[in-house]
């Protein structure tokens, strides 16, 4: 796969990964197998046991990732903890270290996407909005329903504090959305009763109107499309409900690649519906076909 960024020092953040030309949404930036992985929950001695079973090349690429506490010798086992803990991912029931996407810097409003691919064991990274040639690619380590604060507490655990748009608004009302959207998401997961007694689903619609506002366009989007679309269902809006899948399927595509298997449930998803909603056509025909004949006869 040809390259699309380039790793360079940034400002502030030792090194980033810049795009080299103008990537389009849904474009692949990135998958790479990872290069050792410990199961859930790990331990220390799980992680020094990896790395020591690591050939003199591949240590030597692990050791020169980012290491929150600098003054760990180069190849002792709390610099090799250190490591493990500044730039491992979620794998799936393993947690992975995959030393090309440790190079990607965080943002609380990201231009990409991460994702652990089971079907092809690797981790794929794409672009979910246009990135401009010689502009830095950034993921989010972190879940987007949190206030500024709170995600500050949890990224000091990678020795960083984010400058990023949502982080820089003195104006707090990117707060005042994701404080919204956290309690909008909250209602929609444990399926409170009221939140589909109005004529639509208003939850899930106002959650998606606050991540596009927020330039939140990646899994979360997707996700409230799936709940917006099932709560039209309830109300046996299955035209409605078919459009919004069809919403979460153009995300799930644009994320994670047409080889995943979240594609393949999002397109399993919309199948079911548009299915459900042909029968229900097919019934209302044969309904009115009747009425018809009835009035010919009479």
Same mark, same amino acid.
């Given at each position: 796969?040809?390259?699309?960024?380039?790793?360079?020092?940034?400002?502030?953040?030792?090194?980033?990964?810049?795009?080299?030309?103008?990537?389009?949404?849904?474009?692949?930036?990135? =998958?790479?197998?990872?290069?050792?992985?410990?199961?859930?929950?790990?331990?220390? =001695?799980?992680?020094?046991?990896?790395?020591?079973?690591?050939?003199?090349?591949?240590?030597? #690429?692990?050791?020169?990732?980012? @290491?929150?506490?600098?003054?760990?010798?180069?190849?002792? @086992?709390?610099?090799?903890?250190?490591?493990?803990?500044?730039? %491992?991912? #979620?794998?799936?029931?393993?947690?992975?270290?995959?030393?090309?996407? %440790?190079?990607?810097?965080?943002?609380?409003?990201?231009?990409?996407?991460?994702?652990?691919?089971?079907?092809?064991?690797?981790?794929?990274?794409?672009?979910?909005?246009?990135?401009? %040639?010689?502009?830095?690619?950034?993921?989010?380590?972190?879940?987007?329903? #949190?206030?500024?604060?709170?995600?500050? @507490?949890?990224?000091?655990?990678?020795?960083?504090?984010?400058?990023?748009?949502?982080?820089?608004?003195?104006?707090?009302?990117?707060?005042?959305?994701?404080?919204?959207?956290?309690?909008?998401?909250?209602?929609?997961?444990?399926?409170?009763?009221?939140?589909?007694?109005?004529?639509?689903?208003?939850?899930?619609?106002?959650?998606?109107?606050?991540?596009?506002?927020?330039?939140?366009?990646?899994?979360?989007?997707?996700?409230?499309?799936?709940?917006?679309?099932?709560?039209?269902?309830?109300?046996?809006?299955?035209?409605?409900?078919?459009?919004?899948?069809?919403?979460?399927?153009?995300?799930?595509?644009?994320?994670?690649?047409?080889?995943?298997?979240?594609?393949?449930?999002?397109?399993?998803?919309?199948?079911?519906?548009?299915?459900?909603?042909?029968?229900?056509?097919?019934?209302?025909?044969?309904?009115?076909?009747?009425?018809?004949?009835?009035?010919?006869?009479?």
């Amino acid at each position: 796969m040809d390259t699309v960024y380039m790793v360079r020092p940034s400002s502030g953040e030792g090194l980033g990964c810049f795009a080299t030309t103008d990537i389009q949404p849904g474009t692949l930036i990135l =998958s790479e197998t990872p290069l050792f992985s410990v199961a859930e929950p790990r331990t220390n =001695s799980a992680v020094t046991t990896a790395f020591a079973s690591l050939d003199s090349a591949q240590q030597l #690429q692990y050791l020169t990732l980012y @290491a929150q506490n600098s003054h760990a010798k180069h190849d002792d @086992a709390a610099r090799v903890i250190d490591i493990f803990n500044s730039n %491992a991912w #979620q794998t799936g029931s393993r947690t992975s270290i995959c030393p090309l996407g %440790a190079r990607f810097n965080h943002s609380c409003v990201p231009n990409a996407s991460f994702a652990w691919n089971a079907r092809l064991g690797q981790i794929t990274i794409y672009a979910i909005v246009s990135i401009p %040639a010689d502009t830095q690619i950034k993921l989010s380590y972190e879940r987007p329903y #949190q206030t500024t604060s709170s995600r500050r @507490a949890k990224l000091s655990a990678y020795g960083f504090t984010c400058a990023c748009p949502a982080c820089s608004d003195v104006s707090c009302c990117s707060d005042v959305r994701r404080s919204r959207m956290l309690l909008l998401d909250a209602r929609i997961r444990t399926g409170r009763r009221q939140l589909w007694r109005s004529p639509v689903p208003k939850a899930a619609l106002e959650l998606i109107r606050l991540l596009k506002e927020e330039g939140l366009v990646g899994e979360a989007l997707g996700l409230a499309y799936h709940d917006a679309a099932l709560g039209w269902k309830r109300h046996g809006r299955l035209d409605l409900a078919v459009g919004c899948a069809r919403k979460e399927l153009e995300v799930a595509v644009m994320c994670f690649g047409v080889e995943s298997m979240a594609v393949e449930g999002s397109m399993a998803f919309l199948v079911g519906l548009k299915g459900e909603a042909g029968k229900i056509e097919k019934a209302r025909c044969t309904a009115n076909t009747l009425e018809v004949l009835e009035e010919d006869t009479g």
